[in-house]
Structure formats: C-alpha cells, structure tokens
C-alpha cells in the first residue's frame, strides 16, 4: 500500500469538502500530519494541476481537474448506456462490428462495441486506444473538433500500415472531406491492415462532441460500395444517440 499516495488523496477529498480554501497548518492537524509533508504533498498536486495557490494568504484549493475528471467518466457511463440501442440496431442492420469511442488527446478510446457474428471480423477490444488520425471514429471526432486541434498531430503521424496519413495536409484533406460528407469512409486500414470502416461523431445537448459510433469489418467482405451504402444508417445510429443526449439541430 502506497501511504504517500493515500496522503494526497485524502488531502484532496479536505479540499473538496472545504467551503473555502485551506492553510498547511489547517490541513495538517486536520489530517494528522506535519506540515513539511502537507508542503510536499501541496506541491506535487500543484505541478500535476490539482490544486492551486490562493493569494494572499497562501491558502491552498482545488483546481476544476477534478471536476472534469469526473466529468468525464459520468458522460462516458451516459454515453454507453443511451447509445446501446443505436449501436444493437445497427449491428442487425450490418452484421458487423459496432464500436463506440470517444476522444481522449490524441487518440481514441473504445467504450464499447457490438461483435459481429462473422468468424472473420474486426478485433479491438474496449478501453484499448487507437491513434485518432488512423481511424474512422477518430477522424470523425477530429472533423468535428477545431482546426488548430490537428496541429497536435504534427511530426507525430506514425506509419502503421501502406495507407496511414503520415502528412498533417493529408489529415486536413481527409477532415475536409468528412466534413463535407458528414461522415468517415476508411476503405483499407490505416491502424490494422485488412480492415473497412465507416464512422460518424455524436453530438451532445450543446452540439458538442461527445463521441463516435462506427462500422468495421474485413475488406475483404466490405468494399468502398458496402462502404457508401452503409454510410446512411452509421450517420441514422449517430442522430439517434445524439438526439437522445439532447441534441436539436438548428433550422
């Protein structure tokens, strides 16, 4: 058991239940420790971003980390249960892999996903990552984030297989066209070799993103015409989820 690291989380919890920001002294005898360790735990939370300085008297509270922190897992745990019925639907409509992600940096998180009943298929597994730039959630997501958000991928595009982007202009072409679209076609694997995708961002209540659903499969069984004709119902899955989170587009 780490006692340092039980230290900084019950430090955190005081925080958190405290109307107002508290001193090292304060902290200490409340938690039964001594100030030199209250400083270096304080530190530490500082330079990760947790907890912040407040002037004048040097009093200490948290930062909103936390709060986004848990933030994100609330809409994930949302995410996952509202999308379900749009992602079983689509599995039946397909017969293919159905994956749920969300964004997280630079990549993609898988939160859940649907099997297809096909011996061959695609094999991800849930809360595995993915570079963004290389699949079809991902780039949905991207097309749906700022332009300068790509920049992050800059001098970072790894080559995973003959067709990855390897190009920040690339990217921006591929993004440019999903816009357009409005969805995300992936006809050869850009992360796996031999595998077909297509994927479309969800939006939240404030027209945010909040995730992506998509299909994949061999591409060998899906070609690009599967690919164009699947398109519909992928984007049908993602109103759905959307506007079951709320989502209204406006006239």
């Not at 039964?32 to 040097?58: C, D």
């Not at 690919?227 to 209204?248: D, F, H, N, Q």
Request: contains cysteine; aromatic residues 4%; proline residues 4%.
């Amino acid at each position: 058991m780490d006692k340092a690291f039980i230290k900084g989380l019950r430090l955190i919890e005081e925080l958190a239940c405290s109307d107002q920001p508290r001193g090292v002294t304060d902290l200490a005898n409340t938690l039964e420790l001594t100030k030199s360790n209250v400083h270096r735990l304080l530190a530490t939370l500082i330079s990760q971003g947790y907890v912040r300085q407040v002037p004048p008297q040097s009093h200490y509270a948290l930062t909103t980390r936390i709060w986004e922190l848990g933030s994100h897992v609330i809409r994930r745990m949302d995410l996952t249960q509202i999308a379900r019925p749009a992602m079983t639907r689509l599995a039946e409509q397909t017969g293919e892999t159905i994956h749920l992600s969300v964004l997280d940096g630079s990549d993609v998180v898988y939160l859940d996903k649907i099997e297809s009943a096909h011996h061959i298929r695609a094999h991800t597994s849930v809360g595995s990552r993915a570079p963004a730039y290389t699949v079809a959630t991902g780039k949905a997501m991207l097309a749906r984030m700022p332009d300068d958000y790509l920049e992050r991928f800059e001098g970072r595009m790894e080559r995973y297989t003959d067709t990855t982007r390897t190009s920040l202009a690339e990217l921006r072409e591929d993004i440019r066209l999903i816009r357009e679209q409005g969805h995300t076609i992936v006809p050869e694997g850009e992360w796996r070799e031999g595998i077909a995708a297509c994927a479309c961002a969800i939006l939240n209540r404030t027209g945010d993103l909040a995730g992506a659903i998509g299909m994949s499969g061999p591409d060998s069984r899906i070609k690009r015409k599967q690919l164009k004709e699947v398109a519909p119902l992928v984007m049908e899955a993602a109103r759905a989820i959307s506007t079951s989170l709320g989502y209204a587009p406006r006239d």
